[in-house]
């Protein structure tokens, strides 16, 4: 009988206890918001731009990719700010003399959740000028986004074409390509 109250009792503590959950458990899952922005800030530099297959078949990396005189891009840093802010530096090698060391300017998820939209900003103006591109609309369509990479495809309509070397293998962007950010921060 006593063995049989046992089993009575251990059965009834783990079924009380298979019950019982911790609410003081932090949600841990992080929105969009603060996986690009972080807490207060999180800075972000262009890594790589995967042209697709049919333009060349390659991956090219930002250290070998030329724009104009130099790799003008690759040093660039995108700081994303938690409030709304966006700041994106120029770093040594300015893709245009005219452009500004810094610009500034406001960044959101757009209604669909899917879209960062750059709002009042310079930010692509020099970059979209040194290449006769048609205007940013400020819309940026975000198709990859971790802690520690961001995937932005986009689509570049140009009446000059952008000329890529790379290891001999030349590739004209005129179709979507996918440029890739790391996290530096």
Known sequence: ????????????????????TDDDDPDTTKSKEEVLAGENSKKWKLSKMNV??????????LNVLTFGEGVCLSDNIF????DGKL?????????????????SGT???????????????????GIFEEYNL?????????????????VIPYT????????????????TLGETIHIEFEAIQ
């Open 107 to 125: 960044w959101k998820w757009d209604e669909s959740d899917e879209n960062i939209l750059i709002i009042g900003s310079t930010v692509f103006d």
């Open 87 to 103: 700041l994106v530096d120029e770093g040594t090698q300015k893709c245009s003399e005219n452009s500004p060391q810094q610009v």
């Open 156 to 171: 570049f309509k140009t009446d000059k074409p952008i000329t890529i070397d790379y290891n001999g293998t030349t590739a």
């Open 134 to 150: 048609p205007e940013f609309d400020g819309k940026l369509t975000v198709e990859t986004l971790t802690e520690t990479k961001m």
């Open 52 to 61: 697709p297959a049919s333009a060349s078949g390659i991956t090219i990396h």
């Open 1 to 20: 009988m006593i063995k049989r109250l046992n089993w009575i009792f251990l059965l009834s503590l783990a079924v009380l206890f298979s019950q019982c």
């Open 79 to 82: 700081e994303f700010f938690a």
